[in-house]
């Protein structure tokens, strides 16, 4: 059992206000997921050859006290940068920003600080996840001051793999697009045999890695988002409610036994989907809404 929120702002004067709005989903679904917490927020895009990547220093020695300021350094002086890297720091989590090819970085990170996990890549989202109560996770990254379009989010109860901040919610694939999970899938490995052989890596033994890759890879083969997620109701086998996050959009499908709870509140300011309505409940004008469960074996795609 796990608890997944996602929230889009649809009115940009209100986009300030997202995490005052999303802090007390991600909160309200603790009983669902007490052991980790995560959330990916997408903000205004960076300028077109600039790249986002977030990283977590928490599995390194020593962990929150990491110099983040002397690895940018070594990172500019390595890579000769024309326009030097950013890099914004808050205790065992970075966002660095630079204007080159991610996968340089990516490459001289592994090499130069193999224990730095890299949690997302792109022009717009940002990427926090850490073990702990979701109230501690959500007031160590500040994520009540979070402002963006939209995010997704997730409170873990393990079920099939270990409690690390590698195995929370979101998963990320390729660029600017993460899914988060509440169900088990009985094909991962499977899966993991169909894509590996592609080239695909991947981090963890977590199901729900299996289904992020899976959609991404189709959306790079070409497919739109509707036709990767149709293609999932055909290749993912098990119980799940997945919500995804994309550079303009939030996605919501659920198994065709729909056995994973959710509800979805959509006023003319913003559309909020939680595994449980208690979540919902304080959000402003949430009384008006028009409040639905979604149906199986449907999707549901909600544009910025």
Known sequence: MCGIVGLLVKKPALRARLGEWMAPMLIGMTE????????????????DDTR??????????????????????E?????????PASLE?????????????PERVKCWLKERYPGLFILSTGRRIDLYKDIGAPAEVAARYGFDKLQGTHLVGHTRMATESAVTPDRAHPFTAGED??????GSLSNPNGIRRQLEPRGIHFETDNDTEAACRFLEWRLREGDDLEMAL?????????????????????????DPFACKPAV????????????????????????DAHVFEPAPEEMYVWKI
Request: charged share 25%.
């Open 177 to 182: 697009f993460c899914l988060v999970h509440n």
């Open 230 to 254: 149709k293609k999932g109701f055909e290749e993912l086998d098990g119980f799940y409610t997945f919500l995804m996050g994309t550079k303009d959009a939030l996605a919501l499908i659920r």
């Open 89 to 101: 720091a808050v205790g065992n989590h970075a966002i660095l920003c630079a204007s080159v090819d």
């Open 75 to 83: 990172l500019n002086e390595h890579l000769h940068l024309g326009v």
């Open 264 to 287: 979805v509140a959509e006023t003319d300011d913003y559309v909020a989907i939680a595994s449980e309505f208690r979540s919902l409940a304080h959000l402003p004008g949430v009384k």
């Open 32 to 47: 669902r997921g007490p052991d980790s917490a995560g959330l990916a927020v997408f903000t205004e895009p960076t300028p």
């Open 52 to 73: 986002k990547i977030s990283l977590y220093s928490g599995l390194m020695e020593d962990g929150e006290n990491f110099d983040w300021r002397r690895m940018a350094q």
